[in-house]
C-alpha cells in the first residue's frame, strides 16, 4: 500500500483547527440542535478513527450529512461533522482514491492558526488493475491536482510525495516553525487583518530582541503552556526565537516573530508572543521572562495572544 505525504495550506480563520471534531448532538427545548450540556460551548470530542464505522440508516445518513450531521452505528444520536482542515482534506482524498482513508497531520493546530507548511500522510492500496486508490505510477503531480479540485478556497494541497510504509507525520517531525505577525499601529488592519494581531501601543524592538533570547534552549516551558496540555513531560527546546521589523504596511508598522524548536506545547508559541509584546511595552524585562521560567509558574508569564497572527511555517523530519 503506497503511503504519501502531503504539505498543507490554509487559512485557518473559518476552520474549527485540523483535527476532526464530531460532537454529539441533540435538540433543546427550541427544536433547535445543541451540544450536550444544552448552552455555552461545544463540548468536543475526538472524532473516530477511520476505517468510518457502517451507517445503520443509509436514508436517514444522507439526510444528516445535507445537514453536517452523521449519524452512527450504535447511537441514538448524530453528531455534528464541524469544519476543520482534516476534515475536509480527508474528504477531498476519499472522493479521489475512493477509499476509507484516515489523513493524520503533524500538528493539531487551533481554531484561526493559519498554516504554509502543514504536513499530513495517508494510505491507499496501488493496485492499478482497480478502480481506487492511487498506484504511486500514476504520478504524484496528478495527485495534487485532483485532491486540489475538491478542496474548498481556503486550503490547498502544495505538493505530496512517496514516503516509507511507516512514516509518522507526528513521531517522525524533528523540528518545526512558527511565526506570530503583529500590526503595530492605531489604525487598524484591513487587507490582511485575518493574518495579524492589532497592537494599539508602541513596541520596543529591542526589549523585545533581548527578551526572545532567553527563551532559546532546552528548558521546561511549563509556565508557557496553557492549563490542560495533556503532555507528559513541559521540557522543550527552542533552536530559535527572534523578533524583526517587516516592511511597514499602509504606513503601519510589522513586527514579526519567529521561533523553532523540536516541539511545542499547547498555546505555548502564543504564549510566548504575548510576553514579548508585554516586554516590547515595558511591561516586563527580559529577566522577568527567565524568571517566569524558572518559576514554572503560568501566571508569571504574558498573554495569549489571539490565534490570528500566528502561522505554521514549516515542519521538517
Known amino acids: 500500500m503506497p503511503r504519501y505525504k502531503l504539505t498543507i495550506a490554509y487559512d485557518g480563520t473559518d476552520f474549527c483547527g485540523w483535527q476532526k471534531?464530531?460532537?454529539?448532538?441533540?435538540?433543546?427545548?427550541?427544536?433547535?440542535?445543541?451540544?450536550?450540556?444544552?448552552?455555552?460551548?461545544?463540548?468536543?470530542?475526538?472524532?473516530?478513527?477511520?476505517?468510518?464505522?457502517?451507517?445503520?440508516?443509509?436514508?436517514?445518513s444522507r439526510k444528516?450529512?445535507?445537514?453536517?450531521?452523521?449519524?452512527?452505528?450504535?447511537?441514538?444520536?448524530?453528531?455534528?461533522?464541524?469544519?476543520?482542515?482534516?476534515?475536509?482534506?480527508?474528504?477531498?482524498?476519499?472522493?479521489?482514491?475512493?477509499?476509507?482513508?484516515?489523513?493524520?497531520?503533524?500538528?493539531?493546530?487551533?481554531?484561526?492558526?493559519?498554516?504554509r507548511g502543514q504536513v499530513a500522510a495517508f494510505?491507499?492500496?496501488?493496485?492499478s488493475q482497480v478502480h481506487h486508490g492511487w498506484p504511486v505510477e500514476?504520478?504524484?503531480?496528478?495527485?495534487?491536482?485532483?485532491?486540489?479540485?475538491?478542496?474548498?478556497?481556503?486550503?490547498?494541497?502544495?505538493?505530496a510525495e512517496p514516503v516509507a510504509e511507516d512514516f509518522d507525520p507526528v513521531i517522525g517531525a524533528t523540528s518545526k516553525a512558527y511565526s506570530y505577525t503583529l500590526h503595530v499601529s492605531r489604525d487598524r488592519a484591513i487587507w490582511d487583518r485575518r493574518y495579524v494581531h492589532q497592537i494599539w501601543d508602541e513596541l520596543d524592538l529591542s526589549k523585545m530582541q533581548e527578551a526572545?533570547?532567553?527563551?532559546?534552549?532546552?528548558?521546561?516551558?511549563v509556565a508557557f503552556a496553557a492549563a490542560g496540555h495533556g503532555r507528559l513531560t513541559t521540557?522543550?527546546?527552542?533552536?530559535?526565537?527572534?523578533?524583526?521589523?517587516?516592511?511597514?504596511?499602509?504606513?503601519?508598522?510589522?513586527?514579526?516573530?519567529?521561533?523553532?524548536?523540536?516541539?511545542?506545547?499547547?498555546?505555548?508559541?502564543?504564549?510566548?508572543?504575548?510576553?514579548?509584546?508585554e516586554c516590547g511595552r515595558g511591561r516586563m524585562t527580559a529577566d522577568d521572562v527567565s524568571r517566569a521560567i524558572e518559576s514554572k509558574d503560568?501566571?508569571?508569564?504574558?498573554?495569549?495572544?489571539?490565534?490570528?497572527?500566528?502561522c505554521l511555517e514549516w515542519i521538517r523530519y
Open 21 to 60: 471534531q464530531e460532537p454529539f448532538q441533540m435538540a433543546n427545548s427550541k427544536g433547535q440542535r445543541a451540544n450536550e450540556e444544552g448552552a455555552g460551548p461545544t463540548v468536543l470530542e475526538p472524532a473516530p478513527t477511520p476505517p468510518v464505522p457502517k451507517i445503520s440508516n443509509p436514508p436517514a
Open 64 to 115: 444528516f450529512e445535507r445537514q453536517g450531521l452523521v449519524q452512527r452505528e450504535g447511537e441514538d444520536r448524530p453528531r455534528e461533522q464541524l469544519r476543520t482542515v482534516q476534515h475536509v482534506v480527508e474528504r477531498a482524498v476519499r472522493e479521489i482514491v475512493h477509499e476509507p482513508v484516515e489523513v493524520k497531520g503533524a500538528s493539531r493546530t487551533d481554531s484561526g492558526v493559519h498554516a
Open 123 to 127: 494510505s491507499c492500496s496501488g493496485d
Open 138 to 159: 500514476r504520478g504524484v503531480d496528478r495527485l495534487v491536482r485532483a485532491i486540489n479540485g475538491k478542496l474548498p478556497e481556503d486550503v490547498i494541497v502544495h505538493a
Open 212 to 221: 526572545a533570547g532567553r527563551i532559546v534552549g532546552e528548558k521546561d516551558f
Open 235 to 277: 521540557v522543550r527546546t527552542v533552536f530559535t526565537c527572534e523578533v524583526s521589523e517587516q516592511a511597514p504596511v499602509d504606513g503601519a508598522r510589522r513586527l514579526r516573530i519567529d521561533i523553532s524548536g523540536s516541539g511545542f506545547l499547547y498555546n505555548m508559541v502564543r504564549i510566548i508572543a504575548g510576553t514579548l509584546v
Open 298 to 310: 503560568r501566571r508569571n508569564a504574558g498573554p495569549t495572544l489571539p490565534a490570528s497572527g500566528l
